[in-house]
Nanobody, 127 residues
Framework: QVQLVESGGGLVQAGGSLRLSCAAS????????MGWLRQLPGKEREFVAA????????RYTNSMKSRFTLSRDNAKNTVYLQMNSLKPEDTAVYYC????????????????????WGQGTQVTVSS
């Protein structure tokens, strides 16, 4: 497994931006796809975005595709989620996760595709 530590969450006004970071350690970082999932209050965890181990290839939930950008720096063992035009409905705990494989697959949007998780970082968007 890999150890993951998220940072960058906080309180922001609607329309604002945040950049979440996730630092990884414990195994070869480029060997695994990385994803972000979030959990809204009282809801199930939901997929946000994922990126291939190489960094070439991403997938997003449609409602976030135009506002969020996922990237990774394999030299720094870090993945970044840039979130723009934030809305109050984006308020959630955001989790970084390491995929079981290098590539994205049909199960990428599911929690079961990931075998390591960070502790989560709270994002709160005020109206």
């Amino acid at each position: 497994q890999v150890q993951l530590v998220e940072s960058g969450g906080g309180l922001v006004q609607a329309g604002g931006s945040l950049r979440l970071s996730c630092a990884a350690s414990g195994r070869t970082f480029s060997s695994n796809a990385m994803g972000w999932l979030r959990q809204l209050p009282g809801k199930e965890r939901e997929f946000v975005a994922a990126i291939r181990g190489s960094g070439f290839g991403t997938r997003y939930t449609n409602s976030m595709k135009s506002r969020f950008t996922l990237s990774r720096d394999n030299a720094k063992n870090t993945v970044y989620l840039q979130m723009n035009s934030l809305k109050p409905e984006d308020t959630a705990v955001y989790y970084c996760a390491a995929g079981r494989r290098r590539l994205l697959g049909p199960d990428t949007t599911l929690s079961g595709a990931y075998d390591s998780w960070g502790q989560g970082t709270q994002v709160t968007v005020s109206s």
